[in-house]
């Protein structure tokens, strides 16, 4: 039998975290958004990912962006911008920017690289962001627009924006059907949606399968509260919801594994649903994928 501790852990962790000011506090402090603050070059990773995974093919130039869940970074909004964007639209359901002294450092340091780089519309990616000096920070909202929302209830017009993009978010949302939905609405015709999904437990690092094992109603006690809730939706599903919006897949590729042997170890302690799906599907520990909207 599968051990299973923990679960009245995992509930007052549940209930903690449905209070917003908890869940700052805790935010805040966090060790782990210390360290990622001071890592400056990762939006510039995920430029280059971007970049490469498109073949080069895909550009911002002139074109409304909106990036979904961009954590704690607007880093990757600044890039687009200076790379140009015409206007960025960054939306995140919680807060994890503070615009405390980390944060601060964290933007002065992306844009003062786009400035050492000579990126195309540095100045762009400098004019968006005002009174970095302060914890007043705020944008210019020609350039970037920065809420905090629901991608399943996305504060943007219909056929706002050419390019949806996200990295490590879809895995998250309660609502991975309402989010999808809300992207083609509001990207344009002819547009485009790249995407990001991690498939791993988020919670059990040492078995990034386990969570598999729960059945629905207790993974959601267990987790649909937590700040790191996944929707545990597997790739094949995501494929099926964007299909089903009008998306049609440009270009997909699993970017991490997990072994076939474990994938096949664990299939018979999983719940029924992910039981009998294929070993390519089970085995997809991450994928990217670039969408067009029909
Ligand atoms: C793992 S982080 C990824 C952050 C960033 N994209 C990165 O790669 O570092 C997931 C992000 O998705 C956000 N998120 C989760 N659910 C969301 C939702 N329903 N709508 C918008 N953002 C959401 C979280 O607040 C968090 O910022």
Redesign the pocket.
């Known amino acids: 039998m599968s051990e299973r501790p923990g679960l009245l852990i995992e509930l007052a962790k549940n209930v903690a975290s449905t209070f917003d000011p908890i869940r700052e506090w805790i935010e805040r402090r966090s060790a782990r958004r210390a360290v990622?603050a001071q890592d400056n070059s990762?939006p510039f990773t995920?430029w280059q990912e971007l970049s490469d995974r498109t073949g080069g093919r895909l550009s911002v130039q002139g074109r409304e962006v909106l990036?979904?869940?961009?954590?704690?970074?607007l880093g990757?909004s600044l890039i687009f911008l200076a790379a140009g964007a015409r206007r960025v639209y960054a939306?995140?359901?919680?807060r994890?920017l503070f615009w405390d002294r980390l944060d601060r450092r964290h933007t002065v340091a992306v844009l003062e690289r786009l400035d050492a780089e000579g990126w195309p519309f540095a100045g762009a990616a400098r004019h968006a962001v005002r009174d970095i000096d302060s914890e007043n920070v705020s944008f210019d909202p020609d350039l970037l627009i920065y809420r905090q929302?629901?991608?399943?209830a996305l504060p943007l017009a219909d056929a706002s924006v050419d390019l949806t993009y996200?990295?490590?978010?879809l895995e998250?949302?309660?609502?991975p059907d309402a989010?999808v939905r809300e992207l083609a609405r509001v990207t344009r015709r002819g547009g485009d949606s790249v995407h990001e999904i991690?498939f791993r437990d988020h919670f059990v690092e040492r078995d990034r399968l386990r969570f598999l094992e729960f059945p629905e109603w207790e993974w959601q006690l267990r987790a649909r509260l937590r700040?790191?809730y996944t929707n545990r939706l597997r790739v094949g599903d995501f494929q099926r919801l964007f299909r089903e919006v009008g998306f049609e897949l440009l270009s997909g590729m699993i970017t991490q594994h997990f072994e076939m042997k474990d994938v096949e170890a664990m299939r018979p302690r999983w719940a029924s649903r992910f039981r009998d799906r294929s070993a390519e599907e089970l085995s997809t520990a991450a994928y990217w994928g670039w969408w067009r909207r029909q």
């Open positions: 990622e990762r995920l990036e979904v869940g961009p954590g704690r970074s990757l939306v995140d359901r919680f994890h929302a629901d991608g399943a996200s990295n490590a978010v998250h949302v309660h609502h989010v991690d700040p790191g």
